[in-house]
T-cell receptor, first 113, second 114 residues
Framework: EPEVTQTPSHQVTQMGQEVILRCVPISNHLYFYWYRQILGQKVEFLVSFYNNEISEKSEIFDDQFSVERPDGSNFTLKIRSTKLEDSAMYFC???????????FGPGTRLTVT | KQEVTQIPAALSVPEGENLVLNCSFTDSAIYNLQWFRQDPGKGLTSLLLIQSSQREQTSGRLNASLDKSSGRSTLYIAASQPGDSATYLCAVTVWGGSQGNLIFGKGTKLSVKP
C-alpha cells in the first residue's frame, strides 16, 4: 500500500540553525500539508500546498518557515533560525483531491537545543 | 473559529469491553471528519473518514457516527483488545484557500487491560 515517507525520523539542531525536513507524498497525490505537534498538545495545521503554491498557511507559519516541491516527488519544510519552541513532531500529509482523506507520514521529531 | 474537543481525555477499560469515544466541534460547516489512531511517538493512522453528508462509517470493529447539526461524532470500538491501546484523534476538515485542512482535537488516550 502506498505511504507517505519522511526523513529524517529525528533531527537535533542548535538554536539559530536552519533545518530542512523532507517528505515524499503518495505518488498520485496532488495536495500536500505540513502539521506539527508539540509534546502533549494538539496536532496543528501549518500549511497546505497545491500546484506549486501555498494554498493556506496558519498563524504559526511565519517568515521563518518555507515550503518547496523541488522535484516531482519531494516536498520540503524549511525552518530558518530555529528556536527552542520549534521543538515538535512535524508531520507531512497528502491527499488525492481537494477535500478527502489525508494520509500522514510517520513524522520527524525536531529537537532544538 | 472551529474548535474540536474530545472527551474523555483518557479511558481505561478491561479487554473485551465495548466503548465509545466522543468528539465535538463548534462549527457545523465541515466537509468531513476523520478519526485517527496515534501510537506513542509515532505518526497518525487514518481509521475512518465520514463525509459531511453521511451519518456513519464502519471498518471492522470500528463504527463512527456523525451528527453535523449538533456538532458531534462518536467512535465505537467493539470487543476491545490490548492492541487497541493508543491515542485516538478526531479531526474535521475545514475549507482553507483552495483545499481542505484539518483541525484536530487533543485526543483520547485509550488503555485496554488484558
Amino acid at each position: 500500500e502506498p505511504e507517505v515517507t519522511q526523513t529524517p525520523s529525528h533531527q537535533v539542531t542548535q538554536m539559530g540553525q536552519e533545518v530542512i525536513l523532507r517528505c515524499v507524498p503518495i505518488s498520485n497525490h496532488l495536495y500536500f500539508y505540513w502539521y506539527r505537534q508539540i509534546l502533549g498538545q494538539k496536532v496543528e495545521f501549518l500549511v497546505s500546498f497545491y500546484n506549486n503554491e501555498i494554498s493556506e498557511k496558519s498563524e504559526i507559519f511565519d517568515d521563518q518557515f518555507s515550503v518547496e516541491r523541488p522535484d516531482g516527488s519531494n516536498f520540503t519544510l524549511k525552518i530558518r533560525s530555529t528556536k527552542l519552541e520549534d521543538s515538535a513532531m512535524y508531520f507531512c500529509a497528502s491527499s488525492d483531491v481537494r477535500i478527502n482523506e489525508q494520509y500522514f507520514g510517520p513524522g520527524t521529531r525536531l529537537t532544538v537545543t | 473559529k472551529q474548535e474540536v474537543t474530545q472527551i474523555p481525555a483518557a479511558l481505561s477499560v478491561p479487554e473485551g469491553e465495548n466503548l465509545v469515544l466522543n468528539c465535538s466541534f463548534t462549527d457545523s460547516a465541515i466537509y468531513n471528519l476523520q478519526w485517527f489512531r496515534q501510537d506513542p511517538g509515532k505518526g497518525l493512522t487514518s481509521l475512518l473518514l465520514i463525509q459531511s453528508s453521511q451519518r456513519e462509517q464502519t471498518s471492522g470493529r470500528l463504527n463512527a457516527s456523525l451528527d453535523k447539526s449538533s456538532g458531534r461524532s462518536t467512535l465505537y470500538i467493539a470487543a476491545s483488545q490490548p492492541g487497541d491501546s493508543a491515542t485516538y484523534l478526531c479531526a474535521v476538515t475545514v475549507w482553507g484557500g483552495s483545499q481542505g485542512n484539518l483541525i484536530f482535537g487533543k485526543g483520547t488516550k485509550l488503555s485496554v487491560k488484558p
